[in-house]
């Protein structure tokens, strides 16, 4: 089995890490994975020898793929992101399954999508998560929903696990974020709810992805209005097998808080889960699922209220 995958982005996390795992779980298959921009993900399939990436410009994406796909054969063709190319790939591959992702937690940028999507040359639409599904098939065309599956999001549990003899003991309190410098993951809302707590409350950080000069401009202002100057350390790309090691040291003094406004699964809130992290998160419906895996280790508050999540982290550490 042979998959031929783009994504436009090559990161440490989010999708680079989903596409990592779905190789590392699938030993049999070889992938080929296509990106247009590293944004720090660069040995994140060391390892792996059933993977083979390359970083390709996006405005000469249709031209190699045009190339590559008359001189080798794939079983399966998926793209994530850029339906207009994957319109005039999917229009010349009658042999393999043509294949679309929707991972996006933006219904904006879904509509988009969909709407430029050429759906008469798809095979199989594929979503994370039931959540997700319920949103695409609401924007998909009734003859299409047929099209529409859920392939939930693996963890690498090699990497992502629970490990009692690595916890930390007596540890300060400790919030984690992990998340990308966009503004739907609501990285302020993180350094105001640290604000809200005593200061004894220390808060990291872990951004993946690109980092822009001006977020980065707004994240230290943020900082000073929030007065956590001194209570914050930030990090920037750092491997998944050192951010997992670093949730299970922490153990039970830490709460990995996530501030996200938008999310199609939650996968960072999964990996901290499956090492045993307790998590207080905004209430989002995709998030839903995870309640019932991993009973008592949630807390919730409603959408933007600050203070609300700053008492929830406060009712997980007294529990």
């Not at 042979?2 to 049999?28: C, E, W």
């Not at 590293?38 to 190339?67: A, M, Q, W």
């Not at 219904?107 to 039931?130: A, G, T, Y």
């Not at 905004?282 to 609300?308: D, K, Q, R, V």
């Given at each position: 089995?042979?998959?031929?995958?783009?994504?436009?982005?090559?990161?440490?996390?989010?999708?680079?890490?989903?596409?990592?795992?779905?190789?590392?779980?699938l030993?049999?298959?070889?992938?080929?994975?296509?990106?247009?921009?590293?944004s720090?993900?660069?040995?994140?399939?060391?390892?792996?020898?059933?993977v083979?990436?390359?970083?390709?410009?996006?405005?000469?994406?249709?031209?190699?793929?045009?190339?590559?796909?008359?001189?080798?054969?794939?079983?399966e063709?998926?793209?994530t992101?850029?339906?207009?190319?994957?319109?005039?790939?999917?229009?010349?591959?009658?042999?393999?399954?043509?294949?679309?992702?929707?991972?996006?937690?933006?219904?904006?940028?879904?509509?988009?999508?969909?709407?430029?999507?050429?759906?008469?040359?798809?095979?199989?639409?594929?979503?994370?998560?039931?959540?997700?599904?319920?949103i695409?098939?609401?924007?998909?065309?009734?003859?299409?929903?047929?099209?529409?599956?859920?392939?939930?999001?693996?963890?690498?549990?090699?990497m992502?696990?629970?490990?009692?003899?690595?916890?930390?003991?007596?540890?300060?309190?400790?919030?984690?974020?992990?998340?990308?410098?966009?503004?739907?993951?609501?990285?302020?809302?993180?350094?105001?709810?640290?604000?809200?707590?005593?200061?004894?409350?220390?808060?990291?950080?872990?951004?993946?992805?690109?980092?822009?000069?001006?977020?980065?401009?707004?994240?230290?202002?943020?900082?000073?209005?929030?007065?956590?100057?001194?209570?914050?350390?930030?990090?920037?790309?750092?491997?998944?097998?050192?951010?997992?090691?670093?949730?299970?040291?922490l153990?039970?003094?830490?709460v990995?808080?996530?501030?996200?406004?938008?999310?199609?699964?939650?996968?960072?809130?999964?990996?901290?889960?499956?090492?045993?992290?307790?998590?207080?998160?905004?209430e989002?419906?995709?998030?839903?699922?995870?309640?019932?895996?991993?009973?008592?280790?949630?807390?919730?508050?409603?959408?933007?209220?600050?203070?609300?999540?700053?008492?929830?982290?406060?009712?997980l550490?007294?529990?």
């Amino acid at each position: 089995m042979r998959v031929l995958h783009y994504y436009p982005n090559l990161t440490q996390g989010g999708m680079g890490t989903v596409l990592r795992t779905r190789a590392k779980n699938l030993p049999g298959h070889k992938f080929d994975f296509l990106f247009s921009n590293d944004s720090g993900g660069g040995n994140i399939f060391d390892e792996l020898p059933n993977v083979e990436f390359r970083l390709v410009r996006k405005d000469r994406l249709e031209n190699y793929l045009t190339f590559t796909l008359s001189q080798r054969r794939y079983d399966e063709v998926i793209f994530t992101s850029a339906p207009e190319i994957a319109n005039k790939v999917f229009e010349s591959l009658p042999l393999a399954l043509r294949v679309y992702e929707f991972h996006s937690s933006d219904v904006r940028v879904l509509s988009s999508e969909v709407e430029k999507l050429d759906l008469r040359r798809v095979d199989e639409v594929r979503v994370p998560s039931d959540y997700l599904a319920g949103i695409i098939q609401s924007l998909l065309p009734a003859n299409a929903q047929r099209l529409v599956r859920v392939v939930p999001n693996q963890v690498d549990e090699d990497m992502f696990f629970v490990d009692k003899h690595e916890h930390g003991i007596d540890l300060s309190p400790t919030l984690i974020w992990v998340g990308q410098f966009s503004r739907a993951k609501g990285y302020n809302d993180f350094l105001r709810v640290l604000g809200n707590l005593p200061e004894n409350y220390a808060g990291e950080m872990y951004f993946s992805g690109r980092v822009p000069a001006e977020m980065v401009i707004d994240l230290m202002a943020e900082i000073a209005r929030s007065g956590v100057q001194d209570r914050v350390s930030i990090f920037y790309n750092v491997p998944q097998q050192e951010l997992a090691k670093r949730y299970r040291e922490l153990g039970d003094s830490a709460v990995l808080v996530s501030t996200s406004l938008l999310e199609s699964f939650g996968y960072g809130v999964y990996e901290a889960l499956k090492c045993g992290l307790r998590c207080a998160v905004y209430e989002l419906p995709a998030l839903n699922a995870f309640h019932e895996e991993f009973p008592g280790m949630i807390s919730t508050a409603p959408l933007g209220e600050i203070s609300a999540l700053a008492e929830s982290i406060l009712q997980l550490h007294t529990a």
